[in-house]
């Protein structure tokens, strides 16, 4: 409800590719299993929503699976069934998948640092955070078929193959 009137307040009656307010409002917090599975520092557990990732959603997405992710998307991201590393060349570090009803969502994530007068608390300091980079439907199996696994909420650890490979965003990489 919270996240439907973010819509209202900045983006509902927009005309398509309009300029929004630079705001930004708290989703929620990430689960301690979930922050094992993205190997992420405890302190960066909460995430955020920008309106201008909400107005590209509303842009280009049907108005039904918008209003969904508008109530939905909370749940995506404290409670995937997988996460996955995103690919080099597209915006976000991961890829949270949950299955709601009879479809899979993704919701990408990226780790964003903030320049030092919008959240450092030091001088020289920066302060970083989760954010939303997009969310949409999986209408195509294959879409995921060859991103790395890195978190399946069934056992809780990380999946075997986030052994292999440093994660984007991340400062340890699994030995």
């Known amino acids: 409800m ?3 009137n973010f819509f209202k307040t900045y983006i509902d009656g927009t005309l398509e590719k309009a300029i929004v307010a630079n705001r930004k409002m708290f989703l929620c917090h990430i689960t301690q299993a979930v922050l094992s599975g993205i190997e992420a ?4 557990n909460s995430v955020y ?6 107005k590209h959603l509303f842009d280009k997405k049907p108005a039904e699976e918008f209003m ?9 991201v404290k409670y995937p069934d997988k996460i996955y590393r995103n690919k080099d060349a597209k915006r976000g570090s991961f890829c949270f998948i949950k ?3 009879d479809f899979d969502y993704l919701c ?7 320049p030092f007068e919008l959240g450092a608390t030091e001088l020289g300091s920066e302060k970083k955070e989760i954010q939303i980079a997009t969310a949409f439907r999986l209408r195509d199996d294959k879409y995921i078929k060859n ?3 890195l978190w399946d909420w069934g056992n809780g650890t990380p ?6 490979a440093p994660v984007k965003g991340s400062t340890s990489a699994p030995q």
Do not use: M
């Not at 520092?41 to 960066?44: E, I, Q, S, V």
């Not at 929503?49 to 909400?54: A, E, N, P, Y």
């Not at 969904?68 to 995506?76: A, S, T, V």
């Not at 990408?108 to 903030?114: A, G, K, P, R």
């Open 2 to 4: 919270i996240l439907r």
């Open 41 to 44: 520092d405890g302190n960066l």
């Open 49 to 54: 929503v920008t309106s201008r990732s909400l």
């Open 68 to 76: 969904f992710l508008l109530d939905n998307l909370h749940k995506i």
């Open 99 to 101: 299955r709601i009803g």
């Open 108 to 114: 990408s994530l990226e780790i964003v640092t903030l």
């Open 147 to 149: 991103y790395t696994l």
């Open 159 to 164: 999946h075997r193959s986030a052994l292999d």
